[in-house]
Structure formats: C-alpha cells, structure tokens
C-alpha cells in the first residue's frame, strides 16, 4: 500500500482559493489513480475529482467542475488539488487516496476502489 500525507487546507473566506497537496510513499504511487474525496460533518465522505496514473485524464464531480484543478508529479511521488471559488459548501476534511487498480487509463470516483488514504486536512470556507 501507499503512505499518504495530506496538507495544505485551512480557512479561507468565500471566493478564495487554497491548493492541498498529498505526498505518498511506495512504488505504486506513479502507477495508480488518485482522487480527492471530502468529508463534512453528518454527511457521507465523497468523490471531489480524480486523476489517472499517468495524469493525462482527469474527472471531476460536478460540483467542483470549472474551479477544482486536479494534477500530479509522479517524480515527485506528489499530487495537488487546486481549488478556486471556493465556496461555504466546500467546507469539509479532503482525504487524498490511491487506487488499487494500476495501469488505468480512466480514473474512477467510486471510494472502493480505492485503497490506501491520508489522515485528511481541514478546509472551512466562511461565507
């Protein structure tokens, strides 16, 4: 499995931007998908976007489309989510996680398929 780190969250007002980034440890990093799930309080943890092994097809939720930039350094073992317009309904705990299926050309947004997470970093946007 893969070790993941997540920062970079924090609090920014309403029509702000903040960038997270997830560093991971562990080979299979360069050949897996990654996503962006969020979680708020008393509601289910959800897909954000996702970004394939090599980082030429991304996916997003419709709900972040347009200002959420997902991408990827496999140099570097790192992956970003850019986010801008942020919104108070973007406020949650972001988890970074990989996937346990490697070599995918298109990324997924269902969370079992996914296998290894980080500890999640805060984002609260204030209106």
């Known amino acids: 499995q893969v070790q993941l780190v997540e920062t970079g969250g924090g609090l920014v007002q309403a029509g702000g931007s903040l960038g997270l980034s997830c560093a991971a440890s562990?080979?299979?990093?360069?050949?897996?998908?990654m996503a962006w799930f969020r979680q708020a309080p008393g509601k289910e943890r959800e897909f954000v976007a996702a970004?394939?092994?090599?980082?030429?097809?991304?996916y997003y939720a419709d709900s972040v489309k347009g200002r959420f930039t997902v991408s990827r350094d496999n140099a570097k073992s790192r992956g970003d989510l850019q986010m801008n317009n942020l919104k108070p309904e973007d406020t949650a705990v972001y988890y970074c996680?990989?996937?346990?299926?490697?070599?995918?050309?298109?990324?997924?947004?269902?969370?079992?398929?996914?296998?290894?997470w980080g500890q999640g970093t805060q984002v609260t946007v204030s209106s």
């Open positions: 996680a990989t996937s346990r299926l490697q070599y995918r050309s298109v990324p997924t947004s269902t969370r079992s398929d996914y296998e290894s």
């Open positions: 970004i394939n092994w090599s980082g030429d097809v991304t």
């Open positions: 562990g080979r299979i990093f360069s050949i897996s998908s």
